[in-house]
């Protein structure tokens, strides 16, 4: 297995992965309802995405916020999700799902992981709220996914750094640990010094503000107090290059001959 550092944007929308690819990200992963920890996006907003890019796109599946137990009408929700993504050409799927007692969904993951070929296969953040990560890495691998995306069950992976460590040593070629959650210019040295995981994931957002000029102030679209309705939030082009020069150099520190 080839090893080289990548930095993959978590994009709430075309403009995001356009502003990822213009900061030198390698990849994308396209997703919708970030404050969720992400959903789905629109099959518009994936097949624009597919047509503007020409860095890698991946798309998350995911068709609901909340838990990672799902019922038969969301797998087919899903499995339907991952054929439009295989038919508009995307390179890659995010899927995850866990079985009441907090393990991995096995059966059910080599089955989406199968129906996406040849499309990429990652392992989303379910895996963060799994019962045991040692055996869920095992699990993922067997179910035949390509890489594991994981803030090393912490909010925010500074803070899950030393299970980090343990995952991207235990899968060694097997399978790529991408770690995400709360990744920015500020720690991602660190990180790459002490997880020696060579891809990452994070937004890399702004906020900028509407263009509106009439705002209602006794009516609120938004259910979530710290959010405003005149507020969008987007990747921040400079803020890729930042991350993105910050981390090959400590990379490059990490793996010279």
Known sequence: MKREFIFEVCANSVASALAAQEGGAQRVELCDNLHEGGTTPSAGCIALARQCLHIGLHVLIRPRGGDFLY????????????????????????????????????????????????????????????????????????????????????DKAPDGADLLAELVRRAGDRIVILAGGGVHEGNIAPLIEKTHAWEYHGSAQKRIPSAMQYRRPDVSMCSIPQLSDFEIAVTDAERVRRIIAIGRLQWEKENEP
């Open 71 to 154: 019922d038969e009408m969301e797998w087919k929700i899903m499995k339907d999700d991952i054929r439009v993504c295989r038919d508009l050409g995307v390179g890659g799927v995010v899927i995850g799902a866990l079985k009441t007692d907090g393990s991995v969904d096995k059966k059910r993951v080599q089955e989406l992981a199968a129906w996406a070929r040849p499309m990429a296969v990652t392992f989303h953040r379910a895996f963060d709220v799994c019962r045991d990560p040692l055996a869920a890495l095992e699990d993922i691998i067997e179910a035949g996914c390509d890489r594991i995306l994981t803030s090393g069950q912490a």
